[in-house]
């Protein structure tokens, strides 16, 4: 087992279900995490080899050493929003892997000290202390990274223990006995590149503080409150104006301010001359008039301005003032957000704004009407406000001859190619026009060049036939709409990222993987796929794409339809192709009755059924018409004692031998050469024979097999209805026959064979005597008078 598994095991078997979230991060950490959860005081059950403890937001009022004494790999521990009034720091002399210690929003009054070197978080803030928390062992803290402290008073002596460490942020939080009694120049000794003081939320901003940290970078500026009229926000301005000697100033937050226009437009002239790049204020509630005086704008170092979350009282003053007070702003980013700004102007003469962000805000779509001086402008966000006609966006576009990036998503266009020319600006690369009322017309007038085109969450049903071609179109996002089928990429030719998620799509078609051969990232899912023969194609492409291509396979991806697939992972749909391909079916069919065909066709020759059929016919024929004739009369119609069969090539015997030898003994014997009736057939030429003959006799020889009739005349004589058994029949062996050579389909004659009940044709003169005793005997009449048969003997 790894170190890691074994820890894991650990936490599972002996802290269980105790703990809120255990987290392994890696081999060395283990994280607890145990926030939120009623405790009073800090948990007995500690896994020992804990690296990070989070107890934040319980009711903790006490910390004792004995509580964490044997979390030896403590380095982290989170206490705050709890109840502490008191640390001693000395509870940690046993931790001494500790470097990160948040105990901020405590009720924290004293600490007492204790040497503790490794510390590179220490955040004291937002705490119950008079004086600023800082004993003189800090000093000694040189990894020390944050520091937050938080008290009343703020004594230089105090300040200077730790004025040689280089920290990179302090976090100063003013108590609200602060008062302007305070020596000014206190901060003076800290080194920070980032300072964030927090002052009283509840006091007006009058404190006499000199803010210009030498080293600082970047300050922020926490709940500033000026609201009384008449000062007009002079402390707070008089502490900015100590800011300009700090030449490395380059970011500047303001943050939770309550003032009076007057005070905040004054706030944003002074930022105008002030060293900082970067400001940024948020959170302001702003009241009162405003008296139009110039701004200006001249002599700044300002980039950037952030303006965010706004709220103003009643206006009681033209806002045409304020509107050009920031359109005319001479800096390449502004953003104004979170505001109820229902208007901006064009700024009077061309900008050098290249990227406006008016998020969240009031505009409708007369903002920038026919405005020729934005043509620098790269990057204009109008997300969230209250444009209505894509129409005006699109006019107010064509002016934007730099604007590569738009954002107009969260408003409630619409679009209708009410005649309007389609001007998009020819710039634009990236189109957000996502989270609005648009349907597939807007697909008729789109900027030929976008690359980035977000249409997310509107009112699509189909793509139209006949879109605009978007040669460069890399990215389309068309997810959540009302599409049922997957765009192809004709016209999009360069697409390589496509979502269409929460659609809806059922049966996609196939050749999408065809025609998008450029796609790299596919989000299909959520959509209500029927699980039915069309999908079988897709979900194998699907399938088959890599894991990287398509998002969220396989778990977003699962049949809706029909029913009993309802839910199932397209991954796990399977359909055999049989039951899929109507001609391959078809044939599949046709190639199986073939066959069925071919072998019963085959079975049929190789055991000459339709003879036996034929033969059975006959047999049944006679038989019925035997039944109806009684015995007597039958024999009494006999009219040979024997029919003799053979082949015609072993005529000259029965001729010159055979008839002879048995003629001289008043034996009659029919042949079908002699006593075949002419205009009968040959088969019922047999039957008659046969019927009219006392016995059968059969010349048997290699060409007798050879000849078909003779077969039949065999198979009739052995079925003959007046002689039971084959008694009837003599077999006379002319020559050997093979029994190799007979064909298989002769069982008859195969039998009669091998029961060798047969006489054999002696080729010895001598013997020959016997022979025609033999035969004789076999026919064995008394040579009855057989009725005299005129039609045959005369013949
Ligand atoms: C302006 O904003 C854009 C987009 O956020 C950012 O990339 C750029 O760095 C900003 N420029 C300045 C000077 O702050
Ligand atoms: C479009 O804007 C929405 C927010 O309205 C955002 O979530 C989405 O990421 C943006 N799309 C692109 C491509 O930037």
Known sequence: MTKTNSLAFYCIIVLGLTLTKIQLSDESELIIKRPNANLSRVPKDLPLQTTTLDLSQNNISELRTSDILSLSK?????????????????????????????????????????????????????????????????????????????????????????????????????????????????????????????????????????????????????????????????????????????????????????????????????????????????????????????????????????????????????????????????????????????????????????????????????VFKDCRNLTGLKSLSLQKNQLKNLGNVILMSAEMTSLQKLDISRNSLRYSDGGNPCSWTQSLLVLNLSSNMLTGSVFGCLPPKVRVLDLHNNRILSIPKDVTHLQALQELNVASNSLTDLPGCGAFSSLSVLAIDHNSVSHPSEDFFQSCRNIRSLTAGNNPFRCTCELREFAKSIGQASREVVEGWPDAYKCDYPESTKGTPLQDFHMSPLSCDTILLTVTIGATMLLLAATGAFLCLYFDVPWYVRMLCQWTRTRHRARNIPLEELQRNLQFHAFVSYSGHDSAWVKNELLPNLEKDDIRVCLHERNFVPGKSIVENIIHSIEKSYKSIFVLSPHFIQSEWCHYELYFAHHNLFHEGSDNLILVLLEPIPQYSIPTNYHKLKNLMAQRTYLEWPTEKNKRGLFWANLRASINVKLVNLAEATSYTQQ
């Open 74 to 366: 403590l380095r982290a521990l989170i206490m705050s929003y709890n109840r502490l009034r008191y640390l001693n720091i000395s509870v940690f002399k046993f931790n001494t892997e500790l470097e990160y210690l948040d105990l901020s929003h405590n009720e924290l009054r004293v600490i007492s000290c204790h040497p503790t070197a490794n510390l590179k978080h220490l955040d004291l803030s937002f705490n119950a202390f008079d004086a600023l928390p800082i004993c003189k062992e800090f000093g000694n803290l040189s990894q020390l990274q944050f520091l937050g402290l938080s008290g009343s008073q703020v004594q230089n002596s105090r300040v200077q223990l730790i004025g040689h460490l280089n920290i990179s942020k302090v976090l100063l939080v003013l108590g609200d006995a602060y008062g302007e009694k305070e020596d000014p120049k206190c901060l003076q000794h800290i080194s920070t590149e980032t300072l964030h003081i927090v002052f009283p939320s509840k006091r007006e901003f009058r404190f006499l503080l000199d803010m210009s940290v030498s080293t600082t970078i970047s300050l922020e500026l926490s709940n500033i409150k000026c609201v009384l009229e008449e000062r007009d926000c002079a402390y707070f301005l008089r502490a900015l104006l100590k800011l300009r000697k700090n030449r490395k100033l380059s970011h500047l937050i303001l943050n939770n301010v309550e003032t009076v226009w007057n005070s905040f437009i004054n706030i944003l002239q002074w930022v105008w001359h002030s060293p900082a790049k970067y400001v940024s204020i948020s959170n302001v509630r702003l009241q009162g008039q405003l008296a139009s005086s110039r701004f200006t704008y001249s002599d700044t170092s300002l980039k950037a301005l952030s303006i965010r979350q706004v709220v103003a009282d009643v206006f009681s003053f033209p806002q045409r003032y304020i509107y050009s007070i920031f359109s005319n702003m001479n800096i390449q980013n502004l953003t104004v957000s979170g505001t109820h700004m229902v208007h901006m102007l064009c700024p009077s003469q061309v900008s050098p704004f290249l990227y406006l962000d008016f998020t969240d805000n009031l505009l409708t779509d007369m």
